[in-house]
C-alpha cells in the first residue's frame, strides 16, 4: 500500500524498493527480525516523524512557488529515502510474525500499520478481543478520570484510527472486506437515522452535552425532517451544505437525528472493530495454537449475535465455528 504526500507520493514499500535504498546485509535482515516491541514503537514513531517532515516541507515549497532549488531537492530525496529505510524495517519486521504477514495480506494494511500492530498489541497481555477493543479505545463505557490512568492505549488509538481511514479510502477495492464492511454500515446508519431509530440516542445526547456548533446541534434538535439524512450524503460536500440550510425547520419540528459526522465514525468503528477481532483471532491462534476464547457479547447474547465472518485466509481453521462455540468474531456493534 503506497504512502502518499500529495503530488509527490513515495514508492510502495517493498523489499525491492528496499533494495535500492539501502545494501540489505544478513545481518540487517536478522537485526529487523529481532525488533523488541520497544524499538517498533521507536520505529513507527520516526516513520511518522520523517513523514510528516517531508510533507510539511513540501507543501512549503508549493506554497512559496520559487523554482526549484538543487540543495532543497538533495534534502527531499534524503528524507524519502530516509522514510523507506524506516518503513523497509517495518516490513521485515511484519513479515518475520505469522500475524504481521496476514494483517499486510489485507487491503489497506501496510507494513507500517502491520509494524505498529504488532508495536502495540501484546497477545499475552491481552487475553480477550474486549480487552484489545478497549486497549485501542472503541469501550463506550471507558472514562478517564481526573488523576486515573488513562484507560486506552494513545499511540495504539491513533494507528486504529489510521487503519479505519485507510479500510474507508480503499473501500471501493475488490476484496477489500473492512471497506466494504464501513460501507454496508453506512448505509445502514444512514437509514435507521432517517427511520428514527435514534430518536432517543440524539434527545439524550442533546441532553448530556455542551453542542456550541450550530450545524450539529441541528439534528440533535430535531430541525430536519426525515430523509434528510440519505439526501444529504448523496450530495457533495458543496451542495450539502446549501442543501441543509434549505430544509432546516425550527426546533422540534423536524425528526431528532444523529449528524453525519457521528454516523460516519459509527460505521467506521464497526469495520476496524471486525479488524482487531481478526487480527487478535489470529495473533491468539498462531501464538497459542488453539482456537481464542468467546467474544463477552456472544456469550452475553448468542441468540442475537449469530452471525460469524472468520478472518480471511484462516477460513478452514475456524469453520463450522457459531456464536455457541469458542473463538468467534462478528460484524462488532459501534
Given amino acids: ?13 517493498s523489499r525491492e524498493s528496499l533494495e535500492g535504498v539501502i545494501r540489505l546485509t544478513r545481518d540487517l535482515r536478522q537485526a529487523a527480525t529481532e525488533l523488541t516491541p520497544k ?4 520505529l513507527v514513531d ?12 513540501h507543501n512549503q515549497l508549493r506554497h512559496a512557488k520559487e523554482e526549484p532549488n538543487a540543495w532543497i531537492s538533495m534534502m527531499s530525496r534524503y528524507m524519502e529515502r530516509m522514510e523507506k529505510v524506516v518503513g523497509g524495517g517495518l516490513l521485515l519486521a511484519a513479515d518475520d510474525q505469522a500475524v504481521g504477514r496476514w494483517a499486510m495480506a489485507q487491503i489497506g494494511v501496510g507494513p507500517v500499520l502491520a509494524g505498529a500492530l504488532q508495536a502495540y498489541i501484546d497477545i499475552t497481555k491481552t487475553p480477550t478481543v474486549s480487552g ?9 463505557t471507558a472514562v478517564w478520570a481526573k488523576g486515573e490512568k488513562r484507560p486506552w492505549n494513545a499511540n495504539l488509538k491513533v494507528v486504529r484510527w489510521k487503519l479505519s481511514d485507510s479500510f474507508v479510502k ?46 450539529t446541534r441541528a439534528w440533535y434538535e430535531g ?6 439524512t440519505a439526501a444529504a450524503v448523496a450530495l457533495d460536500q458543496a451542495r450539502r451544505e446549501p442543501y441543509l440550510t434549505r430544509v432546516r425547520l425550527a426546533p422540534g419540528e423536524g425528526q431528532p437525528m444523529l449528524p453525519l459526522g457521528r454516523l460516519e ?20 491462534y498462531e501464538h497459542y495454537h488453539t482456537l481464542p476464547p468467546l467474544p463477552y457479547i456472544l456469550n452475553k447474547e448468542p441468540e442475537v449475535h449469530t452471525h460469524y465472518i472468520p478472518p480471511p485466509g484462516y477460513e478452514a481453521i ?8 469458542p473463538g468467534v468474531s462478528h460484524r462488532a456493534t459501534p
Fill in 132 to 140: 484489545l477493543w478497549a486497549l485501542a479505545g472503541l469501550d463506550p
Fill in 1 to 13: 500500500m503506497p504512502d502518499t504526500l500529495g503530488e509527490n507520493p513515495v514508492e510502495e514499500i
Fill in 170 to 215: 480503499q473501500r471501493a477495492r475488490d476484496g477489500c472486506l473492512y471497506g466494504q464492511v464501513y460501507a454496508e454500515r453506512k448505509g445502514l446508519e444512514v437509514a435507521r437515522n432517517d427511520a428514527g431509530r435514534f430518536v432517543a440516542l440524539a434527545e439524550k445526547t442533546l441532553g448530556m452535552r455542551q453542542i456550541k456548533d450550530a450545524d
Fill in 223 to 228: 430541525r430536519y425532517p426525515a430523509g434528510t
Fill in 39 to 42: 524499538q517498533l514503537r521507536i
Fill in 318 to 325: 475456524f469453520a463450522g465455528r457459531t456464536a455457541h462455540s
Fill in 265 to 284: 465514525l459509527r460505521a467506521r468503528r464497526v469495520a476496524v472493530k471486525l479488524f482487531l477481532c481478526h487480527y487478535f483471532e489470529v495473533s491468539f
Fill in 46 to 57: 520516526l516513520y511518522y516523524q520523517v513523514q510528516q517532515s517531508r510533507m510539511r516541507a
